[in-house]
Nanobody, 118 residues
Framework: VQLQASGGGLVQPGGSLRLSCAAS????????MGWYRQAPGKRRELVAF???????TYADSMKGRFTISRDNAKNTVYLQMNSLEPEDTAVYYC?????????????WGQGTLVTVSS
């Protein structure tokens, strides 16, 4: 599985961005897709994920501001980010989890930088 993330950039506080992550390769085996982020000097943390059935889960600090969605026809997952705050500045990584038999494997995209600043 290969993941290509895009959509990061510089945005002012209160603004919005939409990240995209396109999957290719053995996409039939993908069960979950999601987003993580890593701010400078901090550990990578979960932002949100969505299952193949469409069930979503968000980190508490993102609830109500971020929306994850999935277009199965395009093999793409999106992260709509609204009301962005400087604390949201981070590199955002796309993630996919495949489960084959009893083996789960994580795949990561290259990361896209989101900078929230005036």
């Amino acid at each position: 599985v290969q993941l290509q993330a895009s959509g990061g950039g510089l945005v002012q506080p209160g603004g919005s961005l939409r990240l995209s992550c396109a999957a290719s390769g053995s996409i039939f085996s993908i069960n979950v897709m999601g987003w993580y982020r890593q701010a400078p000097g901090k550990r990578r943390e979960l932002v949100a994920f969505i299952t193949s059935g469409g069930t979503t889960t968000y980190a508490d600090s993102m609830k109500g501001r971020f929306t994850i969605s999935r277009d199965n026809a395009k093999n793409t997952v999106y992260l709509q980010m609204n009301s962005l705050e400087p604390e949201d500045t981070a590199v955002y990584y796309c993630n996919a989890v495949t489960i084959v038999a009893v083996t789960a494997t994580n795949y990561w995209g290259q990361g896209t930088l989101v900078t929230v600043s005036s």
